[in-house]
Nanobody
Framework: QVQLVESGGGLAQAGDSLSVTCAASGLTFSNYAAGWFRQAPGKEREFVAVLTRSGGRTDYADSVRGRFTISRDNAKSTVYLQMNSLKPEDTAVYYC??????????????WGQGTQVTVSP
């Protein structure tokens, strides 16, 4: 059974930094691209960031590029998202996902349960 378990996040003020972590199990993590989506209240879930199986290539949503950094540790089956210069509009539930690089932003294979990030002005 595949499980993706997010941790971290929480409360922050605008300009602060936070990080979220996702630990994967039940799959060969290094065989999958991994990344993050988010869903703000009243909005659709949106792509945030992804990196390839090896971590050698990344892609970001325009709204977070230059502020967020994604990384992974295949030995620990873990993917990370470092969020800097947070803005109130970054407030959302952040979801970890794994899947194919080519279609990741449209159709990941597996999802985590989500972790809340709240940024106050």
């Amino acid at each position: 059974q595949v499980q993706l378990v997010e941790s971290g996040g929480g409360l922050a003020q605008a300009g602060d930094s936070l990080s979220v972590t996702c630990a994967a199990s039940g799959l060969t993590f290094s065989n999958y691209a991994a990344g993050w989506f988010r869903q703000a209240p009243g909005k659709e879930r949106e792509f945030v960031a992804v990196l390839t199986r090896s971590g050698g290539r990344t892609d970001y949503a325009d709204s977070v590029r230059g502020r967020f950094t994604i990384s992974r540790d295949n030995a620990k089956s873990t993917v990370y998202l470092q969020m800097n210069s947070l803005k109130p509009e970054d407030t959302a539930v952040y979801y970890c996902a794994t899947g194919s690089w080519a279609v990741f932003s449209r159709r990941p294979d597996y999802w985590g349960q989500g972790t809340q990030v709240t940024v106050s002005p």
